[in-house]
T-cell receptor, first 116, second 111 residues
Framework: DTEVTQTPKHLVMGMTNKKSLKCEQHMGHRAMYWYKQKAKKPPELMFVYSYEKLSINESVPSRFSPECPNSSLLNLHLHALQPEDSALYLC???????????????FGPGTRLLVL | SQQGEEDPQALSIQEGENATMNCSYK?????LQWYRQNSGRGLVHLIL?????REKHSGRLRVTLDTSKKSSSLLITASRAADTASYFC???????????FGAGTRLFVKA
């Protein structure tokens, strides 16, 4: 199974809502990532989890809260978002983090988020 | 921060023609990767080339790497309409802890 799944596919939320994005992989990968991608722009790294521990936080606002309950799951909790947070949120995983250079990453299809 | 810059930003060609995309980067790297993204979808890994390699092939893809010029190119031969997508180069940062994507080239292949 070489698939990374993400739910939901689409999400519309108000600025006062709390929602969560979910990501799952069953490839035994030990690194998982959250990226944010605006239209016609490259993905921007938000968080990296290495062996279920947060290893990189790219100065992301606290209204985004990641969680890694186990080695297969990655969540992104959303609270009090702003309209400018509307974007495609991509989850990815790779076999081994910090392996002398970036590893091939496997991406999920993304969650398209609209904040009203 | 963005490590890779790509050109052209957009490319439109006829089916059957070759497409060449270029990527330049700023700092030393361990490897460079190319990814494809169909509209609004996740990225798909195409090929990885290590810093001690100069050229690599995979099917209709040919990637070159020139570390002295800090640049790479992706050639897609005999393009197909299904190759229509955005193509991103990606490099590791100096510490090798994360992947940084270039701005991307949007390729449109006309049938």
């Amino acid at each position: 199974d070489t698939e990374v799944t993400q739910t939901p596919k689409h999400l519309v939320m108000g600025m006062t809502n709390k929602k969560s994005l979910k990501c799952e992989q069953h490839m035994g990968h030990r690194a998982m990532y959250w990226y944010k991608q605006k239209a016609k722009k490259p993905p921007e790294l938000m968080f990296v989890y290495s062996y279920e521990k947060l290893s990189i936080n790219e100065s992301v606002p606290s209204r985004f809260s990641p969680e890694c309950p186990n080695s297969s799951l990655l969540n992104l909790h959303l609270h009090a978002l702003q309209p400018e947070d509307s974007a495609l949120y991509l989850c990815a995983s790779s076999q081994e983090p910090l392996a002398g250079g970036s590893e091939t990453q496997y991406f999920g299809p993304g969650t398209r988020l609209l904040v009203l | 921060s963005q490590q890779g810059e790509e050109d052209p930003q957009a490319l439109s060609i006829q089916e059957g023609e070759n497409a060449t995309m270029n990527c330049s980067y700023k700092t030393s790297i361990n490897n460079l990767q190319w990814y494809r993204q169909n509209s609004g979808r996740g990225l798909v890994h195409l090929i990885l080339i290590r810093s001690n390699e100069r050229e690599k092939h995979s099917g209709r893809l040919r990637v070159t790497l020139d570390t002295s010029k800090k640049s790479s190119s992706l050639l897609i031969t005999a393009s197909r309409a299904a190759d229509t997508a955005s193509y991103f180069c990606a490099t590791d940062d100096t510490g090798g802890f994360k992947t940084i994507f270039g701005a991307g080239t949007r390729l449109f292949v006309k049938a």
